[in-house]
């Protein structure tokens, strides 16, 4: 018998899994289909860098279908929903795609309509998201024509995709205007619902260090309740305000909207609940999830989805032999955060082990944790290679597996 796999989003996880999937089936054991409403694949960590003129959206841009393997179906058309009672996509042209599994890698989207104002005056001319590429490329521009005033960053809620991106765009935001400079006319301001510059109490420390160290004001505890592009200020819901000349604003999140019309499916912000270890979705045995699309308390980012694809690639085919899933997806987040000055901070961490000082990948490992280094920031560059050439054909990265490393990692004292 052939299976019918279906994976939901040609993205970081979808290219993934199919490719994945492909390795461990021949093309008579199972049909591989993939759907995307549109073929250009962006390298989001790309985005960060396109607003100071350090990449270009034509840089980080591919076709999806490309970064497939033979022998994998690519269709190209929105999805309209899901009914799992019939083990059936909906897709908007009207055709109908049955499944045996169902990968959903649908990822999050960015709703800046939610907020009150943040697309009224204003914006894409002094208010702005680099969450999308449109708004990286605008972004560049207007940070080139500031010549001094107030800029403020902004995460409007949580979650959202790489927690430690809009701290990379501050920290780049300070290095790039003292090169330009003109950094003592500009005032850099950081304005977060969390309580501290991250969620995770040892990292929140050392970031909310490296912005001080930097001059960049923090803004704590500020639940954006209305952006006045006209006035030039961020409204919070209980009333304080933050003014700019220019801001930078990371929307609300949420998943994507067909979900919302297929039964019993998502959640109410569209994310799709599942196991946090083995990735099956709680709406059916057959649904799998992965990557920013799921609702699990694991970090919306690359490095997740890949650990993530792992453990994903066994358990789809341990259902399909019908044996017991694999429990052991632990968490596992990896990511480089941007410092500015060619240098960069590294942080492991998982479910269970917050970011923690250190080496990686254990003991002996070359790359220090939440330090900042030279070699961190070539690891971060040196990423974008990995995606296109390891990460998406499926291949395992070496000395980096899905489970956290244990050893390397210590607490400092209080
Ligand atoms: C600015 C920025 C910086 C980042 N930096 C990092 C980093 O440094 N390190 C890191 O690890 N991660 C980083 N990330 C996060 C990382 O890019 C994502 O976590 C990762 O791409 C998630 O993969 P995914 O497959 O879940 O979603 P995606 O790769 O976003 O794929 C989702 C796919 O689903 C498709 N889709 C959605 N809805 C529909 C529909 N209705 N019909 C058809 N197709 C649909 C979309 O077109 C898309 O192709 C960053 C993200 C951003 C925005």
Redesign the pocket.
Known sequence: MTHKIVI???????TIMANRLRRVYDPTEAEITV????DS?VY??G??FVPFGLTHPEDIVRP?QRQLHDDITFTLC??DRVDKSANEVHLNDGAVVPYDVLII?????VLPDETEGLTGPGWMEKVFT??TLPGAAALEGALARFDGGRLVVNVVDMPI??PV?PLEFAFLADWYFHDRGIRDDVEITYVTPLDGAFTKPVAAQTLGGLLTEKGIELVTEFNTGEVDGAAGKLISYDGREVPFDLAAVIPLHGG???VGRSPELGDELNFVPADNATLQSEAAPNIFV????SNLPAS??????HFEGEVLTENVRRFLAGQELDASYDGHAN??IETGFKKALLIDFNYETEPLPGHFPGSAGPMPLLKESRLNHLGKLM?QWFYWHALLPGRDMPGIKADMPAGGKHRPEA
Request: with cysteine.
């Open positions: 939901l989003g040609g993205g970081t996880g979808g759907i995307d409403e549109n694949h989001q960590p985005l960060l999806r929105p999805i890698a649908t990822g999050a989207t680099f969450y995709k790489c991106a994507s909207e067909y992965i990557g920013d699309a919306k980012a690359g490095s997740v989805t990511c480089f990423f």
